[in-house]
């Protein structure tokens, strides 16, 4: 069965098969995968240059134009340390409740979710219970059900950027984030009840049974059209900032750790460090990466491939 490969990797060997020719036709590209048992990959086919036509260049330029890495000349970054520091007293104030919401960017695998969740819980906070994280793809009655099921806990939206790509979940986190003193969230549907002048302990009473037939796992509970939000909610994203919906980005306070691959080299070198207990592992493992990353058969540098890696030695 084929395997999939990074464009740089194909490009390369492509390139390095036909003694340094950069420019193939469909039939050429099409031959060298089916003899090195690979797929083509995408990215080949947005580099045409004509009818057929295709170059490889662009992949060789990438490849070139980055710095080379080398294990002994890296670092340790006080600017990479300072930025997630930041992150974690953000983390603190979220855990004690004096900010609503927290949009973390930046790249992707270099422990902005580690730094998230572990500052919660070094505050005390335990999982479940005052704190929830949600991975999933949700609909606007999901996110609605959600908020309303945890509405005093911090929630954790890790990745989950269809939020911004859909008007009505947008809407729905712009009342849970508001500035005023109440953050009334409301839904309209055919299981919802509407609350609108209901006495305030009837109103209470049925909320606490829908939340309590939620957690025992009846999906048909009736929910109120509206509620009182008092939780935090934090949103983790490998999107530029500029991607959120307008009106959340205003209701929220934002960092950015936006890292050169030179940085994150500087922040895996140093967490590598303290999470593999080998020495030697933790070093052999940063080493391979190194390799895979100025040979173009690693696109970009993440946390996690090299503490996969490190876990595969370790076994």
């Known amino acids: 069965m084929a395997k999939r490969i990074p464009f740089t990797q194909f490009a390369k060997d492509i390139t390095k098969h036909h003694k340094g020719k950069t420019d193939f036709h469909r039939k050429e590209i099409r031959a060298f995968a089916a003899y090195k048992g690979v797929l083509v990959p995408a990215e080949v086919w ?37 930025v997630f ?33 572990e500052t919660l819980e070094k505050q005390g906070l335990v999982r479940e219970k005052d704190y929830v994280v949600f991975r ?20 954790v939206f890790d990745d ?41 302990a009837k109103r209470l009473a049925l909320e606490t049974e829908a939340r309590d037939q939620l957690m025992k796992g009846n999906p048909e509970v009736m929910l109120p059209n509206r509620f009182a939000f008092k939780g935090q909610i934090v949103f983790i994203s490998n999107m530029s900032s500029d991607k959120f919906d307008k009106a959340v980005l205003s209701r929220s306070m934002n960092i950015d750790l936006t890292l050169s691959d030179t940085q994150v080299f500087s922040r895996m070198k140093n967490i590598v460090s303290k999470l593999v207990k080998s020495p030697v592992i933790a070093k052999k493992s940063m080493e391979t990466i190194i390799d895979k990353y100025n040979d173009g058969t690693l696109n970009h540098p993440n946390m996690r491939t090299v503490l996969n890696f490190a876990n595969v030695l370790q076994s």
């Not at 919401?101 to 979710?113: E, P």
């Not at 609909?139 to 911090?154: A, I, Q």
Request: charged share 25%.
């Open 85 to 117: 520091e930041d992150l974690s007293s953000l983390m603190q104030v979220i855990s004690k409740k004096k900010l609503n919401s927290l949009i973390v960017t930046g790249n992707a695998g270099i422990g902005k979710t580690h730094t998230v969740l």
């Open 160 to 200: 989950l950027d269809d939020l911004f790509t859909n008007d009505d979940c947008a809407s729905i986190l712009k009342a849970a984030l508001d500035s005023y003193d109440v953050r009334e969230i409301s839904w309209s549907s055919k299981r919802m009840q509407n609350v609108v002048g209901m006495d305030p």
């Open 46 to 82: 947005e580099n045409a240059l004509g009818k057929n036509r295709y170059s490889m260049e662009a992949a060789t330029n990438v490849r070139l134009s980055r710095p080379e890495i080398k294990y002994s000349e890296i670092e340790n970054d006080t600017t990479v340390n300072e």
């Open 136 to 155: 999933s793809k949700t609909s606007p009655l999901g996110l609605y059900l959600n908020l309303f099921l945890h509405h005093d806990k911090v929630i």
